[in-house]
């Protein structure tokens, strides 16, 4: 009986693989947990047949895995447009797994250097991933604008593009010259065939799309996405995850003295009678190893571990935040979230402000070249990849201008900046406000870059000079019980 339940179960879990894989992720664990209680109680009775139970128990245990590996071949074979979330889910556990296994196997080689090895690995991993989706958003682009310049058909010329890459890049040029020759529009097409594309890049080509003006759009995003890889192609002193794992080994080292060798000293000391002579940075050490294993002390900890895996996601949270697109009606709780977090936050509320008005300018330029009204234009600009902040601005603009209030004074008492208000001001930049929202385009972005470099030019050192000076104090904190201890044992020892 137990065996025919088993098996029962077993079968039912393959169908629901096939059929419906996220039902069967997300079942197949709590079923087999339960069947295991059940299983064990019977056992525990002294009910059935031993041997039945224990076939029982190895089919049960067999049910996950042969779920989870059904799901990912199906994934793994199916195409871009046919994968759904139980797919993608099983390709991150097994990527997680890889991870994990990773860092148990450094961790038993090589000890506390393997762990600060697996976080340099990480963040590595993370910015040649960056760096190759840079680079063939740039080949994609770039394709597409000399093609759409030249008046080319081009799912015929994204074939033969295609010719002249292999790989991934192949891949995304031939899956877009698909869904192009299947009626798909270019942001549709661009988006099926290479979903890791910047989403700004596709709502751009998609805003552009509506106003006939693909050609300029594709300058202004190969002009972006030249900047930004130029950027990332200077090399720097510091790399930006280099304080990040350094702050994070530092803390967990920290927390490693507080919890088993500073409480050692305070016994030491106070049985020797010297602890009120001590420095103060060694009392202050010891008071915080007293807090950490106090009751507080816990919840500093878990505090603390946290942050630290926190740091270790922050480069993956990054890359979904970035990949998941940004629409107007609706957003993902991933964009709410961190857009809100941005905005309200003192140096990024300026880069993602500086970064909606560079967008919008460049998209704005272009609509009103192509004869496009100005609210038309802007109500075309929500659908751009903005923050959502921001673009609640832009509705307030819209329906202002759309009120009939004067445009430029509308941009400046709904928040959009003096500088695109000057731009539509009537009586200064009378005819001439398409040229001079390029002009701001071009600023926006040159400024964008410069004071991310001056950020990182000032951040980073800092950064060493707290981690150095914790050291440190840690170090000197340390280092001054063993002189008392010293002093006490060689005065005690000689008369």
Partial sequence: MYIAIAVLLLVIFIFLAFRKPGLALLTSIPVTLVYFIVLGETHTSGYGDHLFGEIGFVITVLIFPITFIIVTVRGIRADLTERRWPHFLAFWIWRILYYLLLLAVLSYVMNFLGTVTWFMYMVFEHRIFVANRQSIALDVVST?????RQNLPLPMAMETAA??????????????????TEGYPLSAAIRVAYPNCPSHITSTIEAAEKVNQLPEAIRSIEAEI???????????????GYPVVIFSAAIVI???????????FADVLDDMGERAALPRATQILIEI???TLSGNGVIAILVVLTLVFL??????????YRKTPRKAKNPAFIIRVGDFIKWHLPIFHWFEFNYSIMRIAGFLRVALNSGCPVNDAIRN???????????????????????????????????????????????VNAGNTPEILGMLEKFYRS?????????????????????????????????????????????????
């Fill in 144 to 148: 597409i604008g000399s093609c759409v």
């Fill in 163 to 180: 010719a002249g890459y292999s790989g991934k890049r192949k891949r995304v040029f031939l899956g877009i010259a698909r869904w192009l």
């Fill in 226 to 240: 030249e900047g930004n890889v130029s950027e990332n192609a200077k090399i720097r002193p510091v790399t930006p």
């Fill in 254 to 264: 920290m927390l490693g003295l507080m919890i088993f060798i500073i409480p050692t």
């Fill in 289 to 291: 190893a007293d807090f």
């Fill in 311 to 320: 740091n270790m996601g922050m480069p993956w949270i990054r890359g979904i």
């Fill in 381 to 427: 600009a929500e659908d751009l990849d903005l923050n959502n902040c921001f673009r609640k601005r832009l509705s307030r603009w819209l329906t202002r201008v759309e009120q009939g209030q004067n445009i430029s004074a509308a941009a400046l008492d709904t928040g959009m900046g003096n500088s695109l208000a000057w731009a539509f001001d009537e009586k």
């Fill in 447 to 495: 400024n964008c870059n410069f004071k991310a470099n001056v950020i990182r030019a000032i951040s980073f050192p800092i950064m060493i000079l707290l981690l150095s000076a914790m050291v440190g104090f840690i170090a000197f904190g340390m280092f001054m019980p063993m002189v008392s201890i010293i002093t006490f044992l060689t005065e005690t020892a000689m008369p």
